[in-house]
């Protein structure tokens, strides 16, 4: 090989493509470490990409071609370098240069990939057929009189702005998605633009005004405040629309948020949803209240969720009827309660579990908490501690938030939920537990391999919560710093602050958390700094997630979190630094990937519990051979 240079320079008279081949040849290992760079990052992306296609797909819109076109794209050179990596397997002196010659070609392919997929606009777009059609129309039951007030109001000339109101699991989300669809199915539409925007109990405007941009195809809206709200202005001004904003707990100030107000002169209408009619009429709404269902319509609700069977069981008759009405006609908790009673036919059972939910609702009565303690009935029924925890864990994302499955799985199994198995074994116990929330309607299944937490169940799940160890769950809020000392009680189990704008964690803020076990702080993206003091008193930590922060370093008070079981750096790039693991004896998780790392953290070759090893990396020297031997668990 050493002869391959000065012969080069003799192949230079003989022509370009002459020593074009001899560089494939000799440059083939290089050129090879280089395709396997740039595809750990185009497949990091890919990643990133399809996250956000779970959030933006969301309302059921359609994908974008441009990026439907990428993702097989990935998909191909994923295969290319499959095929490439057998042919490296039995390389010939003769075949080397035309292996050479194709590996650079497709280093200059993923180079184009990568340009393509920044995606700074949105992913998707309006289905033509549909107009955006947000979700699977659900059962509706009763609520006639309901939707013909409030479509009599949309084809008014005189109301622009309507209030639907009840309290929470009545089924005014159900009731306002039936008038959606059926504004997108009218042969004449009777409107330019039908939009749907959650809002959820924690307002947050630039959200708000992003979901707006979203569901109106703007591009790149402007970072000034009067700008967006100018912009907004100007595009809702030219069309003649109907907005739907679910969910509203205070007031909001269109002008503010960028909406014009509807009249009767730019025709368009704005439809929200409440538990308190005080906004409604805060806001100049005609109120629509939703009532609670009749014993008739309660009863065909109920026996659609758990199953006719229960009729031909004469002597169920009676506690049936008092099943029913202690649902107090409320749609959510009829729904829960008979998913958690499908497939009993036992008197003596149905019998006890009419007493205890009885017991449930009647030391509350009348009270906020008499829909959560109904629900929590459902809760206690599942009767096994770890399939509880599953469902508790999932208040921990921000509300209304569409959980990807299996990323929900990787928190059971770092927490160790499912027990001990294989990979594919835990998986296997997740999905089925997941299943079995669904078919209780703890959960709803949210399409494309995800589910949803209705709202009403999440405060349940955190009522649960708030007795003994509890969780405080901030996430999705728009946080720029994390709250004071005060709030971090010594009773707090676990923490959630993911998907905020935090900047740093500041060194006067050490919580005493001496229980705490999960803090979750990812996708903070602009989080830079996390001081030393921070995790002095966390001795329980078991799970903390930093992952897509920008981070540069992780403090080396981490050094000392002897329970960590689980350490996830996801797609932080920006650090470089990561301290000596050495002590951390209990770590079975540690996940690198698509960080800045340039070595491995020192003392890895201890974590001798280690089960999941994670260092999918670019910037990645090296890794010492006589660490594998030492990681038996993997």
């Known amino acids: 090989m050493e002869l391959v240079g000065p012969i080069c ?11 074009t081949y001899i560089e494939h040849h000799r440059k083939l290992k290089d050129r090879m470490n280089d395709l396997q760079e740039r595809l750990v990052r185009l497949n990091a992306m890919k990643r990133d990409v399809e996250r956000r296609i779970n959030a933006e797909l969301r309302w059921g819109r359609l994908l974008r071609e441009e990026v439907e076109k990428w993702l097989l794209d990935v998909q191909t050179v994923n295969d290319t370098m499959r095929d490439i990596d057998e042919r490296m397997q039995n390389v010939s002196c003769f075949s080397r240069a035309r292996l050479g010659k194709r590996v650079s070609q497709t280093v200059e392919q993923v180079e184009g990939i990568i340009e393509r997929g920044r995606f700074p606009e949105a992913l998707v777009i309006d289905n033509p057929s549909t107009v955006g059609v947000p979700f699977q129309s659900e059962h509706l039951e009763g609520e006639i009189m309901v939707i013909k007030d409030i479509w009599n109001y949309l ?17 005014k989300t159900t009731i306002v998605k039936h008038i959606y669809y059926r504004l997108l199915k009218e042969t004449k539409p009777l409107f330019d633009k039908i939009i749907w925007v959650t809002v959820s109990k924690e307002l947050n405007i630039p959200k708000l005004q992003q979901n707006l941009a979203n569901a109106m195809n703007i591009v790149g809206l402007p970072e000034s405040e009067l700008e967006r709200v100018a912009v907004l202005m100007d595009k809702l001004g030219q069309r003649r629309y109907v907005l739907i904003l679910d969910d509203v707990w205070k007031e909001i100030s269109l002008a503010e948020v960028g909406i014009p107000k509807p009249t009767s002169s730019n025709g368009s209408k704005l439809v929200l949803t409440s538990r308190l009619i005080e906004v409604c009429r805060s806001m100049d709404c005609n109120v629509v209240k939703v009532p609670p269902l009749s014993n008739e319509e309660s009863m065909n609700l109920f026996l659609k969720h758990a199953g006719r069977g229960v009729l031909k069981v004469p002597s169920l008759k009676e506690i049936l009827d008092n099943v029913v009405k202690e649902c107090d006609g409320l749609p959510l908790a009829i729904a829960v309660i008979a998913g958690s009673m499908k497939g009993i036919y036992d008197v003596k059972e149905w019998r006890n579990a009419l007493r205890e939910l009885r017991d449930h609702v009647r030391s509350v009565k009348g009270t906020d908490v008499e829909i959560y303690e109904r629900l929590k009935f459902s809760f206690d029924r599942l009767g096994d501690l770890k399939i509880q925890s599953c469902f508790l864990y999932c208040s921990l994302y921000p509300e209304d938030y569409i959980i990807p499955r299996e990323e929900l799985i990787e928190y059971w199994i770092d927490e160790e939920f499912l027990g001990t198995g294989s990979r594919q074994e835990l998986y296997d116990k997740g999905h089925t537990i997941l299943n079995r929330l669904e078919n209780n309607c703890l959960l709803e299944n949210a399409g494309r391999d995800t589910v949803k937490m209705h709202d009403v169940m999440r405060d349940t799940a955190l009522y649960i919560k708030g007795s003994g160890s509890r969780f405080m769950v901030k996430s999705g809020i728009g946080l720029k710093e994390l709250p004071s000392k005060q709030e971090w009680g010594v009773d707090l189990e ?14 006067h803020l050490s919580p005493n958390c001496e229980i ?10 602009s989080l830079e700094r996390i001081s030393e003091s921070f995790f002095q008193h966390m001795h329980s930590l078991s799970i903390l997630d930093l992952s897509n922060t920008s981070i540069e370093q992780l403090p080396n008070s981490v050094s000392n979190l002897e329970t960590l079981n689980a350490l996830v750096l996801c797609g932080c790039h920006k650090l470089r630094y990561v301290p000596s693991l050495e002590k951390l004896k209990a770590l079975r998780k540690l996940n690198l990937q698509s960080t800045g790392i340039e070595k491995v953290p020192k003392g890895l070759e201890m974590l001798s519990n280690l089960t999941y090893l994670n260092l999918c990396t670019q910037s990645l020297k090296e890794l010492p051979v006589a660490i594998l031997p030492r990681l038996s668990c993997l």
């Not at 320079?9 to 020593?19: I, Q």
């Not at 109301?159 to 699991?169: E, K, L, P, R, T």
């Not at 676990?494 to 060194?507: G, W, Y």
């Not at 705490?516 to 993206?525: G, I, P, W």
Request: aromatic share 2%.
């Open 9 to 19: 320079e003799v192949l230079k008279c003989l022509g370009d493509p002459t020593c």
């Open 155 to 171: 084809v008014s000339d005189e109301i622009g702005m309507i209030g639907v109101c009840g309290m929470g699991g009545i089924g």
């Open 494 to 507: 676990k923490v959630s602050f993911m998907m905020n704008n935090v900047l740093e964690i500041p060194p």
């Open 516 to 525: 705490l076990s999960t803090l979750l702080l990812q996708d903070n993206r």
